[in-house]
């Protein structure tokens, strides 16, 4: 069989394919809406009975047992209508007329596409019938008062919205195909397709929104049930009142926005979250998902996979559902061109009604799509932000329960890291979920429109599309091992920067400045390698899937001319929108691979995080305190902080502590003093043994640790203000002093960590902060080392068997001149308790104890002796010591008195306040900004360059959809203009040569905007370990590593792509306007106020964002 032979063959199938389809077509689709009709309603109108039987039964139970409220008959409860409630009704009423009037016509010999006329009748009466029941739910809703609609009034209204949207496109379809004419049940037919629309958001939402008002005249809002909790926050959320308008378009913001043109918004002034978006209850229900997944799976420490599908899987849903009706949307119009290209040519011989319906069905289907596509964005959005609140949740409080040994592992630059670079990547995967499977929906429809149109040439085009996407494999296995190079390349980068600023005063002191600015510049050279390969291959990436539209069309309209099919222009332009369709996801295809890349990524660093070990909850055994004779008891206990070694850091400790004892604890260094507190605590791992605690406890680590903020707050650290157990505090840890330097007292801000605080403040106010807590238990880590001698013995005399004689006290101390005040001392050896017992009897034991008593004591005395050593040869006379001494004490009361001048001085010019509030910026970003950003790589040289490029790409795009318009012949019968060679050819060259300007403005891009942001980071990082200490003094930490982290991502990846997008579609629209002038100059006309709107509404947003 010769190729010929196999063309004709080919057509003859082609022609009883397409023979069989039209019969099948006019047999079945006049009557697809009628049959779709009546099983679903058949359906809701059997589960209806079925649920009006039940809850009559509960009904007639309820009269036999339950007499009716007196008081509540008496007086009645009022009811406020909503919006919501009242569309409904219209909405229900509204159908209900409609199918009436219908089935009226019908019954009067109204013409119909359905040759089945009893069907047609039955639809009708049973839609009369199904909107009669909807009103009637609506009106019930109000007695039951209920602040949610039923879930079969909602699945109701869900499906007649897709059923109404099959029967406009059937008779939509029919009017065209057969050409005739507007009826009134046409009409009727769009106007139920809006108020299905209403209804299908109101079952999406689910709320009546009735507000009920008791007989007292208080309301009572019923339209969320929101908590006491949530009413007594600063403002009623926005989103939780919104009406179903104000939800389709966004208005319930603009109060918001009203109040941002005025003034600047304060944080007072922004509405509260709804209460299901709040931090709070994400948690909580991250939480439930978490324990059902370990119940079900029965594993201690499940995958976060699990969890995060379960968490997000409902919002999902209702995006997805948005998903789909805006992706089918997007291709009604190049579904329609070609008939809106006949009906052009055809125009003398056909009615305008086809045209008018042609215009509506293009504006509908545009409507549709930006209604749908908006409300999908926008939960995709929402949707990311709760599973962001929910992980960093997880993070945070996993945090709180890590084991020594994984804490070890991951630093504080790599947590934040967890919660600001990988938590975003995370939420920029949920924003490409919907992306990801709608891919292959949009794949179809476009596959079936060409099909449509060019019949067996959409093979060739599913084949080129195929060819494309196999060739992302390469590319994204590539992207993802990059990404996780980057990602291991910031973790160093990080980690350096967070000890670098924790040792900044050790730093700057040894003037090491240099060396460490060298150290981060070298890290930050291996994660700019990584980042130019990672944007290379994006630019490439780019080139290939801009271009592959190019090799699509030409694969396909060569395989047309192959097969001998025509090509008119309605088919070409109806092609080409296709493939602009098509392009959108292939476009999106880059980012999707980076997307999900770099999401798997991060989600797997967050998820081996949060399976880190954890310290053991069950460690400690707490008892009431009527239930135990002893606060703290340790039976055979054996602990070790590293529990992969078989090396035990506590051995055979036996240890029972009475209520009110003070035990204090010694021992050389490395004997296992700190690691006994940490066994009471549940800190360190316990290998065997059983470890009793009765009562709450209080620790004071070894080194001082310092929130920012006042002192006060340190202190009270979240408890309540008691000004007289305050004040006993404050005397009993000998603060007085220390408050009287400062003019705001114990109101003054101290820094981070306690920077300008010495180190015995430091220790005094984590002394307080314990003795403030009211505990039943102490352990106090060598609480001496930091203080003098007097302070010390002021501290045990005043707190320790002052204010706290009643408690229990551990105390780790190297001062032998407190132990024989101590009810009982242990002392700790390789380990182990070696000694225990009161003072003078391990004295007697002569074990050891005596040694290490001995020792400190020759240790103190060398000390001394150095000291008179030094005293005796250069001590002058006695009238001489006595002039230096008077003197040394003048210089030192003026120098201390002018030392707390100066400081008080400064503490009153900042109100108490060190750390200094983040620099705000009022209004909209300053030309400045954008200039200096655009001009920090070479003066800008390069910004001319991308924009020609741009420019050059935007000119051959529309040259060469001119190009096959105005070559094609616009109808079959038509002679081309040129062979489709030559049309074919030229098309091919003006394609490439877009597609090549694509690559050199990708490429110019990555260059760009990676440079700048290397640059900006030097210059960052320079001023950084160039500051004086008061910018650290005054400046959090962690504002500096987020600097470092994740604004330094957004410029490493984010912004240079972010405004070439905007400079692109500015161009984009530019060039599309120019086009359409010159077809249609009005167009122009109606571009200047649509202009005038776009601007209005971006002044009036971003002033307030």
């Known amino acids: 069989m010769g190729w010929e032979d196999m063309l004709d063959f080919q057509t003859a199938i082609n022609f009883r394919l397409l023979q069989f389809q039209s019969e099948w077509l006019q047999q079945n689709l006049p009557c697809l809406s009628e049959h779709t009709s009546v099983v679903m309603q058949l359906s809701f109108l059997g589960i209806s009975v079925l649920h009006f039987l039940k809850n ?56 119909t596409y359905c040759n089945h006329k009893l069907r047609a009748y039955l639809s009708e009466s049973m839609q009369v019938i199904s909107w009669t029941i909807s009103s009637v739910a609506v009106y019930w809703i109000v007695t039951i008062k209920s602040i949610k609609f039923p879930w079969l009034l909602r699945a109701w209204w869900l499906c007649n919205f897709f059923l109404s949207i099959i029967s406009v496109a059937v008779d939509t379809h029919l009017r065209i195909t057969y050409h005739g004419e507007l009826r009134l049940q046409d009409y009727a037919g769009f106007l139920s397709l809006l108020a299905s629309v209403c209804l299908f958001g109101i079952s999406i939402r689910g709320k009546t929104g009735l507000t009920f008002i008791v007989p007292n005249g208080i309301t009572e809002p019923l339209l969320n049930g929101k908590s006491d909790k949530h009413s007594e926050g600063k403002k009623e959320s926005l989103y939780g009142k919104a009406t179903l308008l104000q939800l389709i378009t966004f208005s319930w913001l603009n109060p918001l926005f009203a109040v941002g043109i005025k003034k600047p918004l304060q944080p007072d002034e922004i509405p509260d979250v709804d209460i299901k978006d709040s931090a709070e209850f994400l948690s909580h229900s991250f939480d439930e998902r978490l324990k059902y997944v370990k119940e079900r799976d029965g594993i201690t420490n499940p995958t976060i996979y699990k969890t995060m599908i379960l968490f997000i899987w409902k919002k999902a849903t209702i995006n997805a559902m948005f998903a789909v009706i805006s992706a089918g949307a997007s291709y009604v119009g190049p579904y329609l061109i070609d008939d809106f290209v006949k009906f052009l040519n055809e125009k003398n011989t056909r009615s305008l009604q086809s045209g008018y319906i042609l215009a509506l069905a293009f504006l509908g289907a545009k409507m549709v799509e930006m209604i749908t596509q908006r409300q999908w964005i926008f939960g995709a959005r929402q949707l990311g932000l709760h599973l962001r609140a929910a992980l960093i949740s997880q993070i945070y409080k996993k945090g709180l329960v890590l084991s020594s040994k994984s804490r070890q592992s991951h630093t504080s630059g790599e947590v934040i890291n967890y919660m600001s670079v990988d938590i975003q990547r995370v939420t920029d995967f949920i924003w490409y979920l919907n992306i990801i499977w709608m891919m292959p929906v949009q794949l179809s429809l476009a596959i079936y429109i060409l099909h449509t149109n060019l019949g067996m040439g959409s093979v060739a085009t599913l084949a080129a599309t195929f060819a494309v996407l196999l060739c992302n494999i390469p590319m994204t296995t590539i992207q993802k091992g990059y990404q996780t190079r980057i990602m291991e390349a910031k973790d160093t980068r990080m980690k350096a920067t967070s000890e670098v600023l924790r040792s900044m005063k050790t730093i700057k002191l040894q003037a090491w400045d240099t060396q460490f600015l060298h150290k981060l510049e070298s890290l930050r050279k291996i994660e700019y390698d990584w980042l130019w390969k990672s944007l290379r291959l994006f630019a490439i990436g780019a080139f290939v899937f801009w271009g592959s539209p190019t090799f699509i069309s030409v694969v396909t309209f060569g395989a047309c001319m192959f097969m001998g ?13 296709t493939f602009r369709m098509l392009q959108d996801p292939i476009f999106n295809l880059p980012d999707l691979l980076s997307a999900i890349a770099q999401g798997k990524v991060s989600a797997d660093r967050v998820a081996s995080y949060l399976q880190e070990d954890e310290i053991q909850q069950d460690s400690i055994e707490h008892v009431p ?16 902080w590293d529990t992969v070694s078989s090396s035990i850091t506590l051995d055979s400790i036996q240890l029972k502590v009475k209520r009110g004892m003070k035990v204090a604890i010694c021992g050389t260094v490395g004997s296992g003093k700190s690691s006994l507190l940490s066994s009471i605590l549940g800190e360190i791992q316990k290998v065997s043994g059983t470890v009793k605690i009765s009562g709450t406890k209080a620790y004071v680590p070894q080194s001082p640790w310092i929130l920012t903020g006042n002192i006060r707050e340190n202190i009270l650290f979240g408890n309540a203000y008691d000004r007289d157990r305050y004040d006993r505090t404050i005397k009993a840890c000998a603060l007085e002093k220390d408050f009287e330097l400062f ?30 807590q009211d ?4 352990l106090l880590d060598d609480p001496f080392s930091a203080v003098d001698a007097h302070t010390g013995t002021q501290l045990f005399e005043d707190c320790m068997m002052g204010i706290l004689r009643e408690k229990t006290i551990l105390y780790v101390t190297h001062q032998v001149e407190f132990l024989p005040a101590a009810d009982y001392i242990l002392v700790m050896k390789d380990g182990k308790i070696a000694q225990a017992g009161r003072f003078e009897e391990i004295l007697r034991q002569n074990i050891g104890f005596e040694l290490l008593v001995g020792a400190h004591s020759r240790a103190l005395g060398s000390i001394l002796t150095v000291e008179n050593t030094n005293a005796t040869s250069q001590g002058p006379t006695p009238e001489d010591e006595s002039n230096i001494e008077s003197t040394s004490n003048a210089e030192l009361q003026q120098t201390r008195h002018e030392s707390e001048h100066n400081l008080s001085l400064e503490i009153t010019e900042k109100e108490g306040k060190l750390v200094q509030d983040e620099e705000r910026e009022k209004g909209s970003i300053g030309k400045e900004v954008y200039w200096s950003y655009l001009t920090t790589v070479k003066g800008g040289v390069l910004i001319p360059i991308i ?36 049309i074919l050819l030229v098309y091919v060259l003006l394609a490439v040569g877009s597609s090549l300007c694509v ?43 987020n600097r470092a982290s994740t604004d330094q991502s957004v410029l490493d990846l984010e912004m240079a792509n972010k405004l070439g997008w905007c400079a692109f579609s500015i ?27 776009c601007i209005w509404y971006q002044v009036r947003t971003s002033i307030s964002s």
């Open 743 to 772: 003019s705001c007292g114990d109101l003054t801000e101290i820094g981070e960590r306690g920077i300008n605080m010495s180190g015995g403040q430091k220790q005094r106010i984590q002394i307080a902060r314990a003795v403030y």
């Open 56 to 111: 009559n039964m509960d009904l007639i139970c309820k009269r036999r047992t339950k007499f009716p409220d007196q008081g509540t008959e008496k007086h009645g409860i009022g009811v406020r209508f909503s919006t919501t409630h009242k569309t409904s009704m219209a909405c229900s009423l509204f159908l209900m007329g409609t199918h009436f009037v219908v089935l009226l016509l019908l019954l009067n010999g109204s013409v």
């Open 947 to 982: 924009l020609l490029a741009q420019s050059s790409f935007q000119i051959l795009q529309v040259a060469s959809n001119y190009w096959m318009a105005w070559a094609s012949p616009p109808t079959s019968e038509t002679e081309p203009k040129l062979e489709m060679s030559s």
């Open 625 to 640: 305190k009527d239930q135990m004779e002893f606060a703290i008891e340790i039976e055979n206990g054996k602990f070790s």
């Open 775 to 778: 505990a039943d238990i102490y």
């Open 999 to 1041: 690559l050199l403005r990708s490429s110019l891009v990555a260059v760009a905007g990676l440079s700048t942001a290397q640059k900006l980071f030097t210059n960052m990082l320079h001023s950084v370990l160039r500051a004086p200490m008061s910018f650290f003094d005054s400046t959090p930490t962690g504002r500096i590593l």
């Open 1067 to 1093: 161009i984009q629209i530019l060039g599309t306007i120019a086009v359409m002038s010159q077809v249609a100059w009005e167009v122009f006309v109606i571009f200047i106020p649509v202009t005038a709107v």
């Open 565 to 577: 099919i025509e090509l008119t222009a309605g088919r070409v332009l109806s092609a080409l929108a």
